[in-house]
């Protein structure tokens, strides 16, 4: 058996169902084929990369110096670019942060629903001027221009206007269609108005359930935006639109006219990265390097950075363009060449990296497919293998597992069912001992018991109040009596008759038994709440029989609160298959040793002569022979509960109907 701690020839190991499996024996290594090591394979290239790399690399610098300039320059282009760009991206930060203000402030919502234009220009004017904002445009949800102020560049003025159509604006549609771009539901881009071309935001005012109220723009003259670019780069700005047409810059006029300074809309289609134009202005060179002007992750326009280029050497000399040839052939090689050892070395590695990813994960029957003789190729095959075994012992694992929890399973269901059929047993076989005896002494017991009460009673008639017997005579008549009362308990217990089931409202029957022991309840100062369901309960069952239960178990709970009072609580409630009665009091409890009891025939707890302790086991058989449960939870001094549970049952189930 190969075993993965002794070294492994690939050749050696069995067939694996799903690959290709060798069974012969590996022959001696011979030197050649040291070369098709991992090691030598990922030694010997990169040595030689990095040696003809380190020559071409020291050969070209020593020739590249004089490029040093020019490349100073074009970084220096694209550093320029990139703080213009930046420029205009903070601008529209600060349109962002003016927008949010003006948005939130109080009373702007409220203007704007109510097209109250005059409310909406003594708000937001004062903001305006505190912000330094150029134009203000304000649109109802419909796009209507409820206002609009805008600054005379010449004179520094506002120019109030209202009600133009704006529905057809672009940068407005969005927000009042309440759509989002990649950052949220603002939008920004060039527009032109009467004083030049502006850098606008636009986003959405809305009500307190986030309707939209309509839509607020503000923006930036890009003449005075271009200005400020220019005093932070050093170099001039042009601005161009989406269809590469001149909108603003801080040239001069050329000779040629600005349309010299515009792009093709091709060129602008495939602008990104950049381009780099040269020209001649003013009868020097100058470079301008073209880059998308992107706002809010979108393009909106083109960014053009000027500068002069008369200081760079024009003319190269003829062995640059050798050299640069050289390097860049160099670099090609080295890329390919690295690029197809690396793909060759790395493609099993990533295979097997692959495989067992899926496996870690569960995923059994994968194969890595890898093929060799070399390190890599050994460590597959184990690999295979160990998954292969893995595989069936997993599976065989896990239909002894399924097995184990089964059979766990319905051996956990059996003990349940045998515990639960036992108790009953074990209950029923009590009370048919106690009925059996009961109903065959009752009669024997009441007919002399009615004798003597008989016969005192009479004797009571012939003797006066003050006799020296009329005491020992009321004595024995009021013992007779208690005497009967406890033979007729037993003599209902001994009849206990087949429920008379009909289809009813369990109500009914909980405010009957509440209503028969309110004089009790009262008299003992008990509180009691009867908390129903949200819709009558109806079911199947004889509604005297489960009066006679729940009168019992709501005396049980006054005398267990008698004399200090307390809460009697009455819930019903549906818990399918089950319609629950809850009777819970806050009296003194039943101890634990006497839970496993109380339904025992002649238990009881209370005082000698104040109860016969059948009233438990009469109301148990009543709810067995209802196919219902009765269950018990106490606690010593907070009180008990009783919950009674009747099967629910449709008028038409006749199961239960007899």
């Given at each position: ?493 001994a009849r206990q008759s087949n429920p008379e089931k009909s289809y009813q409202n369990v109500w009914d029957t909980v405010r009957t038994a509440v209503r028969l022991n309110d004089y009790l309840s009262r008299r003992a100062n008990v509180r009691v709440g009867v908390d129903l369901t949200a819709r009558p309960v109806m079911t199947l069952y004889d509604a005297q029989q489960i009066e006679q239960v729940l009168v019992n178990l709501i005396q049980n709970a006054v005398q267990a609160m008698t004399p200090q009072g307390g809460l009697l609580s009455l819930v ?87």
């Open positions: 058996m190969t075993t993965l701690d002794s070294p492994v020839d690939a050749g050696s190991l069995p067939e694996i169902p799903g690959r290709a499996g060798d069974t012969k024996a590996m022959p001696r290594r011979a030197p050649l084929d040291l070369l098709s090591s991992l090691r030598a394979k990922l030694v010997i290239p990169y040595v030689l990369l990095t040696l003809a790399t380190a020559m071409i690399g020291m050969f070209v610098i020593t020739r590249l110096v004089a490029s040093t300039l020019r490349e100073r320059f074009a970084n220096q282009m694209l550093e320029a670019s990139r703080v213009a760009g930046d420029s205009m991206v903070r601008r529209e930060r600060v349109h962002l942060e003016d927008l949010r203000l003006m948005t939130f402030t109080q009373g702007v919502g409220e203007a704007m629903a109510g097209d109250e234009a005059g409310d909406l220009q003594q708000t937001l004017f004062p903001l305006v001027l505190n912000n330094g904002v150029q134009s203000l445009t304000v649109a109802s949800a419909g796009g209507q221009e409820l206002l609009s102020l805008i600054q005379d560049p010449a004179t520094s003025e506002f120019l109030v206007s209202r009600g133009a159509d704006l529905s057809q604006v672009e940068l407005l549609a969005g927000p009042l269609a309440g759509r989002k771009d990649a950052l949220g539901d603002k939008f920004a881009g060039l527009l032109s108005t009467i004083y030049g071309p502006y850098l606008f935001t636009a986003g959405p005012v809305r009500g307190g359930a986030g309707e939209v109220l309509g839509a607020l723009m503000i923006g930036t003259r890009l003449d005075s935006l271009a200005s400020e670019i220019k005093a932070q780069v050093l170099a001039d700005i042009i601005i161009l639109d989406s269809s590469g047409a001149l909108m603003t810059t801080t040239l001069a006029e050329p000779e040629d006219g600005y349309d010299i300074l515009s792009l093709a809309p091709y060129d602008v289609a495939y602008l990104n990265p950049g381009k780099t134009v040269q020209l001649s202005l003013y009868g020097r060179p100058y470079q301008i390097y073209y880059t998308p002007l992107e706002v809010r992750q979108k393009p909106v326009g083109v960014l053009g950075v000027v500068l002069p280029s008369n200081f760079i050497v024009t003319t190269e000399s003829t062995s640059r363009n050798v050299f640069i040839l050289l390097f860049t052939l160099g670099t090609l090689a080295v890329i390919i060449t690295g690029l197809v050892l690396a793909s060759r070395i790395s493609r099993p590695i990533v295979r097997m990296r692959d495989v067992s990813l899926a496996v870690a994960a569960g995923d059994l029957e994968q194969r890595t497919g890898v093929r060799g003789r070399d390190e890599v190729g050994q460590m597959a095959a184990v690999f295979d293998l160990m998954t292969f075994r893995l595989r069936r012992r997993t599976a065989q694992a896990a239909r002894l597992h399924a097995e184990a929890v089964r059979r766990s399973e319905e051996l956990a269901e059996a003990n349940v069912r045998l515990q639960q059929a036992q108790q009953q047993l074990v209950q029923s076989e009590k009370l048919a001992a106690v009925g059996t005896l009961a109903a065959g002494i009752v009669h024997d017991i009441k007919n002399p018991l009615a004798v003597i009460s008989g016969l005192t009673e009479e004797l009571q008639e012939g003797v006066t109040p003050d006799s020296a017997i009329a005491t020992p005579l009321t004595q024995i008549r009021e013992n007779a009596v208690r005497a009967s009362g406890i033979v007729t308990d037993l003599l209902k217990f019903v409630r549906e818990a399918p298959p089950w319609v629950e009665i809850e009777v819970r009091d806050t009296g003194v409890g039943i101890p634990a040793k006497n839970l496993g009891r109380i339904f025992d025939p002649f238990f009881t707890t209370k005082p000698p002569g104040e109860g016969t302790g059948l009233g438990l086991s009469v109301s148990y058989g009543i709810v067995a022979q209802h196919q219902g449960q009765i269950d018990v939870r106490s606690e010593v001094g907070r009180g008990s509960t009783f919950v009674v549970r009747l099967p629910l049952r449709s008028p038409d189930d006749k199961t239960l109907a007899g």
